[in-house]
């Protein structure tokens, strides 16, 4: 592999890290601020499921609590 090619290879999989952190970051605060309606709860697990799947079984499990 030329130098340029995993420069760009680099590059890309900083951006796919960052942005999948943001999300990351969005849905949490989400979590942690939503009222304890279970509409709420209901709309932050849609969120969290489309989001970030690996955060999904996470996100149910803070909701739960918070019951």
Same mark, same amino acid.
Do not use: G
């Given at each position: !592999?030329?130098?340029?090619? /995993?420069?760009?290879?680099? =590059? ?13 970051? %969005? /849905?949490? =605060?989400?979590? $942690? @601020?939503?009222? $304890?309606? %279970?509409?709420?709860?209901? $709309?932050? /697990? ?5 989001? @970030?799947? @690996?955060? %999904?079984? $996470?996100?149910?499990? /803070?909701? !739960?609590?918070?019951?």
């Amino acid at each position: !592999m030329s130098e340029n090619r /995993v420069k760009q290879q680099l =590059n890309k999989l900083k951006a796919e890290q960052k942005a999948k952190s943001t999300k990351r970051k %969005f /849905v949490e =605060n989400y979590i $942690n @601020d939503s009222t $304890n309606k %279970f509409e709420d709860k209901l $709309n932050a /697990v849609k969120i969290t499921q489309k989001a @970030d799947q @690996d955060l %999904f079984a $996470n996100a149910i499990k /803070v909701l !739960m609590k918070k019951n």
